[in-house]
């Protein structure tokens, strides 16, 4: 069963930088042939999707996030992550790890707070 952690959450001002971590227990040959993506959800609003990385690492963003956040992966870890500067109060939200396309479940997600 594969299990994701996401990790590296918290409360940052506005203009602050967070780095979330993604910690995936599946072989290394597995996590290193699928994408991983950062998805949100934001309190009263669906999951959407953030930013994504191949297994070949390249990336792509939401409009929302482009030129602020940065996606990156470790294969040899099984690990991805996600930059976060110039947060601002509407990238509050609930953030959460996977590999779209794929059934994996979903970990318990990481919170991060923008507010002054």
């Known amino acids: 069963q594969v299990q994701l952690v996401e990790s590296g959450g918290g409360l940052v001002q506005p203009g602050g930088s967070l780095r979330l971590s993604c910690a995936a227990s599946?072989?290394?040959?597995?996590?290193?042939?699928?994408?991983m993506a950062w998805y949100r959800q934001a309190p009263g609003k669906q999951r959407e999707w953030v930013a994504s990385?191949?297994?070949?690492?390249?990336?792509n963003y939401a409009d929302s996030v482009k030129g602020r956040f940065t996606i990156s992966r470790d294969n040899a870890k099984n690990m991805v992550y996600l930059q976060m500067n110039s947060l601002k109060p509407e990238d509050t939200a609930v953030y959460y790890c996977?590999?779209?396309?794929?059934?994996?479940?979903w970990g318990q997600g990481t919170q991060v707070t923008v507010s002054s």
């Open positions: 996977n590999a779209p396309g794929t059934k994996w479940p």
């Open positions: 599946v072989s290394i040959f597995i996590f290193s042939n699928y994408a």
């Open positions: 990385i191949t297994s070949g690492s390249n990336t």
